[in-house]
């Protein structure tokens, strides 16, 4: 009943609006590092894997080690199978207060709606926001490389880096991380 009710408010709430591509793919992009973290702390520390070679060495040993499920090429392959399916439960919106472009999460990670919902007017989307998921199924598939070694390596800042410095789909630089990260609080 919940969910009947905020998607009428939705759609009696909803503007239209042309959206520009790159601004689009910036924010897909960022969700998908954001989705992608999410799974990663989801997963039990103690969750270890073997990877390595099963070829024998000169000296018959086999070269292998255990490391990590959570940021291991094996996990990471599977969320990267998946993570573009997360993209249905997002909506393309305009802050109110400065008419800025994002795409918002419609239900929080507890299942709740999302609070900044009465700070967006929902852009009406005639592919029902499949173009969130083409997208976000592109940035996966042209920068899996990317993926794979940045989340591998834990690295910091990888929204931007794979965002911005690797794929060049936002213009937000490292040396911007501090405004961003404060921009980002003050949006949400």
């Known amino acids: 009943m919940f969910t009947v009710c905020a998607v009428i408010f939705m759609l009696f709430h909803c503007i239209s609006a042309e959206v520009d591509s790159k601004d689009l793919r910036c924010l897909v992009c960022r969700a998908v590092v954001e989705e992608i973290e999410n799974i990663i702390q989801k997963v ?16 018959g040993n086999q070269k292998h080690k255990t490391v990590p499920y959570a940021r291991s090429e094996v996990h990471l392959t599977e969320v990267m199978d998946t993570v573009c399916n997360k993209m249905d439960d997002y909506v393309r919106a305009t802050y109110k207060s400065s008419g800025e472009l994002t795409i918002l999460k419609l239900i929080t990670e507890a299942g709740t709606m999302n609070p900044d919902m009465s700070r967006v007017d929902i852009i009406q989307d005639s592919d029902l926001n499949k173009s969130l998921k083409f997208y976000c199924d592109g940035i996966v598939e042209e920068n899996d490389d990317a993926i794979l070694k940045f989340f591998g390596k834990n690295e910091e ?3 931007i880096k794979l965002c911005t410095d690797y794929a060049k789909l936002c213009s937000q630089s490292i040396s911007d991380h501090e405004d961003y990260e404060f921009e980002a609080k003050d949006e949400l």
């Open 157 to 159: 800042n990888i929204d």
């Open 44 to 59: 039990d520390p103690r969750k270890k894997v073997d990877v390595g070679s099963y070829r024998l060495d000169s000296d």
